[in-house]
């Protein structure tokens, strides 16, 4: 299996708190995404990063920032969460980008009271 | 429109069967596909690509229609462990991914 994991795997917070998910990989890969997956939509990229400090917006990001300051951490912030932020999130990472396949993290549940 | 349409089932087959799953793509500009199976409250896993001239590995052949804008995954000889959500995923250029909502398969004794 590749190395990326995800911290906290759970997480209960309120409404208008800040949240920061991190993403962590060992491959040296140099892709990182973060998606959420929710039933009825199935996963959605929220944001990408093709490299340190170079990221971009996915479907879905409005309410989401992310930063990427060494190649092995993604991390996701819920500026201030709100009960539609409610999901399960994963992060993947990916060598070759559009051309190759992710590999994903065991994923973070949260929810948001 | 979705980018990418699955019928999400679910599939109830008995063991041994042979099941099959579509998914169709809106845009044409595609550039790459896979199949990924996803268990119970896990990640999504790879499963295989897809290929244009279609692949195989083991029970499992997936093939690629561009014409009609579509993938499908084919499983011979159901094992119980196959039991999951199968997910396809086009991809595009620009790093855009999209993936299906996923089909269930219960594979019944």
């Known amino acids: 299996d590749a190395g990326i994991t995800q911290s906290p795997r759970h997480k209960v917070t309120e409404t208008g708190t800040p949240v920061t998910l991190r993403c962590h990989q060992t491959?040296?890969?140099?892709?990182m995404y973060w998606y959420r997956q929710d039933p009825g939509h199935g996963l959605r990229l929220i944001h990408y990063?093709?490299?340190?400090?170079?990221?971009d917006k996915g479907e879905v990001s409005d309410g989401y920032s992310v930063s990427r300051s060494k190649t092995e951490d993604f991390l996701l912030t819920l500026e201030s969460a709100t009960s539609s932020q409610t999901s399960v999130y994963f992060c993947a990472i990916s060598a070759f980008g559009t051309s190759g396949h992710h590999y994903f993290g065991p994923g973070t549940r949260l929810t948001v009271t | 429109r979705k980018e990418v349409e699955q019928d999400p089932g679910p599939f109830n087959v008995p063991e041994g069967a042979t099941v099959a799953f579509n998914c169709t793509y809106s845009?044409?500009?595609?550039?790459?596909f896979f199949w990924y199976r996803q268990d119970c409250r896990k990640e999504p896993k790879l499963l295989m690509s897809?290929?244009?001239s279609g692949n195989e590995d083991g029970r499992f052949t997936a093939q690629l229609n561009r014409a009609s804008q579509y993938i499908s995954l084919l499983i011979r000889d159901s094992k119980l462990s196959d039991s999951a959500t199968y997910l396809c995923?086009?991809?595009?250029?620009?790093?855009?991914?999209?993936f299906g909502t996923g089909t269930s398969l219960t594979v019944i004794p």
């Open positions: 995923v086009v991809t595009y250029t620009g790093n855009q991914f999209y």
């Open positions: 990063s093709y490299g340190v400090k170079d990221t």
């Open positions: 897809v290929y244009s």
């Open positions: 491959e040296n890969h140099r892709y």
């Open positions: 845009n044409s500009a595609s550039q790459s």
